[in-house]
């Protein structure tokens, strides 16, 4: 049993596990936020943390001047860092760039936010970030507040003399619109009239020319007489031819009588 034992071994020895703090501490310096599982994230955050507190401190010394005799820089501060670190431009960006943001800052440099779980294994995955370069939206979220209406604004009351003299105004416009409306009236009276005068001059041009198509029509009422008595005359020219021949049937019937009484 690991009583006592503090810290977590990430299945590693300790020199693969040192390296792979190493590379992740340069990596989150460099680029401010880096994503991986939780707990390596929590393995990273106090070695990070102790890095950035060296960094500060030796800035911190740099402006009180407790630096040895001919020294304007903390040459020993950056050694030591430099054994962690694996870019002496990641060390330039620690201490020229982090410290003096995080210099009024008294420890909790990053922050962890849980992602969930990885798709391929389940694991945990978070991410890790520095506070002062994370989102401004970042944080506690804000409670929604109630919309607040501003108050009406109060409305004097006019003096009475003020007010008369609106009345009078609304009435001098509400009379003048009156005579406006009487004039539009009067003018469409007159119009209208205009109108009515001008219908009738109008009126017997059409009433002769419809006088003068009614000739034709009498002109076809004359034509219709004669063929009506064509009709009529034609069948009394037939009738005559028709006659004979009534006779002539009638008369074999006759004889054909008289045959039979001689018989």
Known sequence: MRHLKAGRKLKRTHSHRKALLRNMATSLFEHKSISTTEAKAKELRPYAEQIITRAKRALQREKAGDLPQGQTIDVHAR???????????VIQELFDTIAPMVEDR??????IVKTGFRRGDGGRTAIIELVDWSAPQ?????LKKSKTYAPKPKVEEAPAEVVEEEVIET????????????ETTE???TEETVEAEVAPEEAPAEEVVEDKAAPEEVVEDKAAPAEEAK???????????E???????EAPKEEDKKEDKAE
Do not use: H
């Open 187 to 189: 003018e469409a009276k």
């Open 106 to 111: 008294p420890g909790g440099y990053t922050r």
């Open 138 to 142: 970042d944080g506690p979220g804000a």
């Open 243 to 249: 006659e004979p021949k009534a006779e002539e049937a």
């Open 79 to 89: 050694r030591m860092v430099g054994k962690q670190l694996m870019s002496k431009a």
């Open 231 to 241: 009709t009529e005359e034609a069948p009394t020219e037939e009738a005559p031819k």
């Open 171 to 182: 009435q001098e416009e509400e009379t003048v619109d009156a005579e406006v409306q009487e």
